[in-house]
């Protein structure tokens, strides 16, 4: 199967995941697509348990209803002192709708009586990838262990980033730079796998 690649769908219409996960593939010789190369598509209800279980399901509907070799994602945040929350309602987690802004706002005020040492958090990514007819083929996954700030800071990423200080520094996701985001994110973590895995998978 793998000598017939030559196209790869990014199956997302988030500009922030897109552009993070394209600095990944870019470097394999494929024709990276995205969802705005097809005819609109009704986005696939979410209703997996877990975080793979949302990227599988993003990734075999997309594949089948493209014909085309495609990756997708499912990410969020968990936080302990929310027994896990919002996890793999993040993007929902204010309601539909809702901005980045209303979400972080709804997070802080969640965790406005939580002290410094109990605000432990982590960045959870799955990447999904199917053939054309909705094969699954691999599943990677990446973590990035941190804590929640008191208020927002920095305005670089999306989502939670202006409020996820990732272990071993002191700035939000926000506040640092792509290079460094891109070294240690939850999402540089499972497409690190992915790519590695991709490599082999193009040449076997």
């Not at 007819?133 to 929640?148: A, M, N, P």
């Amino acid at each position: 199967m793998s000598d017939k690649i030559n196209r790869l769908l990014i199956a997302t219409g988030n500009k922030g995941k897109l552009k993070e996960v394209e600095s990944f593939l870019r470097n394999h010789s494929l024709k990276l697509l995205t969802l705005s190369d097809f005819a609109p598509l009704h986005e696939p209800e979410e209703t997996g348990e877990t975080f793979s279980d949302n990227a599988i399901l993003k990734a075999v509907y997309y594949s089948i209803s493209t014909n085309t070799w495609t990756i997708a994602d499912d990410s969020g945040l968990e936080v302990d002192a929310l027994g896990g929350r919002p996890g793999v309602y993040s993007a929902r987690y204010a309601g539909e709708g809702a901005t980045d802004a209303d979400k972080i706002i709804k997070l802080l005020s969640e965790l406005k009586k939580v002290s410094n040492e109990k605000r432990m958090a982590r960045f959870v990514s799955s990447v999904a990838f199917c053939s054309p007819d909705g094969e699954l083929i691999t599943v990677t996954t990446g973590k990035c262990e941190g804590q929640i700030a008191f208020e927002p800071k920095g305005t670089n990423g999306f989502g939670y980033d202006p409020v996820f200080i990732p272990a071993g520094y002191d700035k939000t996701f926000g506040e640092l730079s792509n290079d460094i985001k891109g070294a240690i994110s939850h999402r540089a973590n499972a497409l690190k796998k992915f790519s590695l895995f991709l490599k082999d998978f193009l040449v076997s």
